[in-house]
């Protein structure tokens, strides 16, 4: 079955930190993955995609993302995080048909 | 240039009612996706709309249904709401051509209160 694994439902970080969000996948296909980002009460923000080519991402606000096949993952990091990067972070694969399978999200709590 | 919009942004509603949510797809885009979150959740795909037709349906209840408009917005319909139906109800947009898993864009949302 196809889906979206976020192990970790909320994360702190102290603001400056590094940061890496995980997210696994199974798909029977070759995966399109996404990072998406929600602020309280708000639509989804796209961050950035993974279509084939580099593996390594890099996306809006300072986000890189990484796939590896082998492992299934596609994890999300920041080298020093902002406090206005609080918000919760989707992770979701596609294919052909645009459908998009999203997790459950990981909630980020950032600390001055 | 604007993005995705939707209107209304919030809704409150009593269970057995019926609700009308829509959805102008960013300029340029001709496939529109609705999608809920439940409080908590990540969002579920409902269905997509292309060419006016439903393309692809996800696990949800012939309760919901919906419709395209040649100008490329959207409706998305429930009937007989239930208390379950509480949610933020999410349309996205992307551009048109054949196959792959093009960018999908989401408008703010529509919040629905079904009480």
């Known amino acids: 079955a196809q889906s979206v694994t976020q192990p970790d439902i909320h994360i702190t970080v102290s603001e400056g930190a590094s940061l890496e969000l995980r997210c696994n996948y199974s798909y029977g296909a070759t995966p399109y993955l996404f990072w998406y980002v929600q602020s309280p009460g708000q639509g989804l923000q796209l961050l950035l995609k993974y279509f084939s080519g580099d593996t390594l991402v890099q996306g809006i606000k300072g986000f890189e993302a990484e796939f590896k096949r082998s492992q299934s993952s596609f994890n999300l990091r920041k080298p020093s995080v902002h406090w206005s990067d609080a918000a919760e972070y989707f992770c979701a694969v596609g294919h052909n048909t645009d459908k998009l399978i999203f997790g459950t999200g990981t909630r980020l709590q950032v600390f001055p | 240039d604007a993005g995705v919009t939707q209107s209304p942004t919030h809704l409150i509603k009593t269970r057995g009612q019926q609700v009308t949510l829509r959805c102008s797809p960013k300029?340029?885009?001709?496939?529109v996706s609705w999608y809920q979150q439940a409080l908590g959740q990540g969002p579920q795909f409902i269905f997509q709309y292309y060419e006016e037709e439903e393309r692809q349906r996800g696990n949800f209840p012939d309760r919901f249904s919906g419709h395209q408009f040649p100008n490329y917005s959207s409706e998305l319909n429930v009937n007989a709401l239930l208390l379950g139906d509480s949610a933020l109800y999410l349309c996205?947009?992307?551009?048109?051509?054949?196959?792959?898993?093009?960018?999908?864009?989401f408008g703010p949302g529509t919040r629905l209160l079904v009480l």
């Open positions: 996205a947009s992307s551009l048109p051509g054949a196959g792959g898993s093009k960018t999908q864009y």
């Open positions: 300029s340029g885009h001709d496939t």
